[in-house]
């Protein structure tokens, strides 16, 4: 076990703030993160874990423990029935090896979640999504390390309380829990997933015949290099905002002043308004501030050039957040975590 003292977070954050740690520690098994935890040196400090921090803004030196999350291997197992199989991944491995594993072995389910940065434990905590999955479509389990106890305890669906890009580990169990493993129940039978217009028409711009896992999710990587920046050219942490729920009779009204506004039945009573078409509206879109903005291509996406601060980015954020409650009466929440 290596503990290192204040440590600059700058590689450790696709925003690439430079925050630097009390202390930083790696696990990659679960008797080293207990172990870890009860480190004289660990144990009175809040702790802080970290996966592939694409989706943490610093903004402020981190006065924790960070432990950065480093558990891998993944594993499979017939069930009964011969059609599913659950695939139980350690937290550490980054996301897209799982997407790529899952296509490898012919088994469906995550193959539109391709490309989404960050590891496997990081997954259940917003429960991600992209292109009409979400991972809670199937996840069956997982297993957390109660940071209190060192307790090892294995969580269902029902009680991870999965929500649009929350669980329950964003509300009553935050900062309570360590993931170490997820187990998700994957078909040798997929229903292939292409209700999302642009996933149909790269399909055919790809001349692909038949459909398969390994075509959606080819599709899948192609939309997404084309539409987002690479953290690695450009520092951001993908979405900054939630897109919000609205009453349909709110939206109604704010159609008549804005006919244009696309928004997306969630309910009988709600309507999903893309954050990003707001903003834009606002007159956000590509406006650069000394070394931060909002990207040329996606509203929703804030981004740092370079050299810019995380409070700057909150900033930003929060001018944002204030003119579209101005302009449409509607308040935005972050999805990126702030520290
Ligand atoms: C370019 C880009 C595109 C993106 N696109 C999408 C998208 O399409 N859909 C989507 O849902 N998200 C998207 N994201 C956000 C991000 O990829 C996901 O939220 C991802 O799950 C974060 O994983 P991570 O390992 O980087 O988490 P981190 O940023 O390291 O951590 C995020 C939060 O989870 C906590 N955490 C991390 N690991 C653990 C663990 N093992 N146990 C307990 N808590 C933990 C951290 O403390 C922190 O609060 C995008 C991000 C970027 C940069």
């Known amino acids: 076990m290596q503990i290192k003292k204040e440590v600059s977070l700058k590689p450790y954050n696709t925003f690439g703030i430079d925050a630097k740690a009390s202390l930083l520690a790696e696990f990659s098994s679960t008797q080293e993160l207990q172990d870890i935890l009860q480190h004289p040196a660990v144990k009175p400090l809040p702790k ?121 580990f964003k509300k009553d169990a935050k900062g309570k829990y360590i993931v170490t493993s997820v187990t998700l129940q994957l078909t040798r039978k997929p229903t292939f997933n292409t209700s999302y217009g642009a996933i149909t028409q790269t399909l055919e711009e ?4 038949e459909l398969s896992l390994k075509a959606i999710s080819d599709a899948v990587i192609h939309i997404r290099k084309s539409k987002l920046p690479d953290p690695a050219k450009i ?11 609205i009453p349909i009779a709110q939206f109604e009204l704010l159609k008549e ?12 009573f709600t309507v999903k308004v893309p954050a990003g078409w707001m903003i834009e509206q606002c007159g956000w879109k590509g406006k650069v501030l000394g070394q931060h903005g909002v990207h040329k291509d996606q509203a929703l996406v804030l981004v740092n050039y370079g050299g810019a601060t995380g409070n700057e980015v909150k900033e930003l954020a929060y001018e944002i957040i204030h003119s579209v409650q101005e302009k449409f009466g509607i308040t935005l929440t972050p999805e990126v975590n702030i520290i």
């Open 48 to 168: 802080l874990i970290l996966g592939g921090g694409s989706n943490v803004l610093f903004t402020q030196d981190v006065e924790a423990a960070v432990l950065l999350n480093r558990i891998k291997g993944i594993t499979q197992e017939d069930q009964p029935d011969g059609e599913h199989v659950l695939v139980k991944s350690g937290s550490g491995e980054t996301w897209h090896d799982l997407v790529l594993y899952s296509i490898e072995h012919h088994l469906g389910g995550i193959e539109n979640l391709s490309l989404i940065p960050g590891t496997v434990g990081a997954a259940p905590l917003q429960n991600i999504g992209a292109y009409g999955v979400e991972l809670k479509d199937t996840f069956y389990s997982l297993e957390a390390v109660e940071m209190e106890t060192g307790n090892l305890i294995t969580f269902t669906k029902d009680q991870c309380n999965f929500g649009y890009r929350e669980s329950i």
């Open 206 to 209: 790809m001349q692909v015949k």
């Open 235 to 245: 520092g951001n942490a993908g979405s900054f905002f939630k897109n919000p729920e």
């Open 257 to 268: 002043q804005y006919p244009n506004m696309p928004g997306y039945p969630v309910s009988e």
